[in-house]
């Protein structure tokens, strides 16, 4: 062999080194920055940082929509991307449509069943949409102090691949979850009772 594909198969061993000791390093339990908010991911051994987010500033003027209410009682509070208030679709930036009650109540799980359907026609002509893929159900929703513990019907792994994708979902969700409780300080996500997709 000529010394030019020694020293590309040297570089591509040395990259694919690389990817697999940064894998390998990055910590499964720790508590990760979402939309400016520290969120527990898996199990980790040490407390809540005190220190602001990283991303703090980058969600703390996150735009709301004109006709977004605070002031409302009876609503669900769902949080999608738009790509007309987020032209560029950064993966973690989701914004809030405020869903009617009607004669349903006000919970966490039916908060997350109005998520998991998805944005209406009216909601998709204003730039909003879900990367939460189609047909996701909720096996298990429990709250333990500021903790809450989501398990998900396997569908929701389908077609989703890449970290943008994935955070897209984890941001949606967790944003939602936020905005019904401010208590909370943990969301675990799993999916069919075990790690799966790694939210």
Wanted: include cysteine; glycine fraction near 8%.
């Amino acid at each position: 062999m000529n010394k030019k594909i020694l020293t590309g198969l040297f570089v591509i061993l040395i990259v694919l080194l690389s990817l697999m000791i940064v894998r390998f390093l990055t910590p499964e339990d720790a508590w990760i920055c979402v939309e400016g908010e520290w969120v527990k991911n898996g199990n980790p051994e040490v407390e809540r940082p005190i220190e602001d987010c990283p991303d703090k500033a980058n969600f703390a003027n996150t735009e709301i929509p004109p006709n977004f209410d605070k002031n409302l009682k009876d609503y669900y509070e769902v949080y999608f991307s738009n790509s007309k208030l987020d032209p560029g679709v950064s993966c973690l930036r989701v914004f809030p449509i405020l869903k009617p009650i009607g004669n349903n109540d006000l919970s966490l799980l039916k908060t997350i069943e109005v998520l998991l359907q998805g944005p209406n026609e009216k909601d998709k002509e204003d730039g909003y949409f879900t990367n939460i893929p189609d047909n996701v159900k909720i096996n298990k929703l429990e709250k333990t102090g500021i903790s809450v513990k989501i398990d998900f019907n396997k569908n929701i792994e389908m077609g989703v691949g890449g970290s943008c994708r994935v955070g897209a979902i984890r941001a949606q969700i967790v944003k939602t979850v936020l905005a019904f409780d401010k208590s909370i300080r943990s969301v675990i996500i799993s999916v069919e009772g075990g790690a799966g997709l790694r939210l």
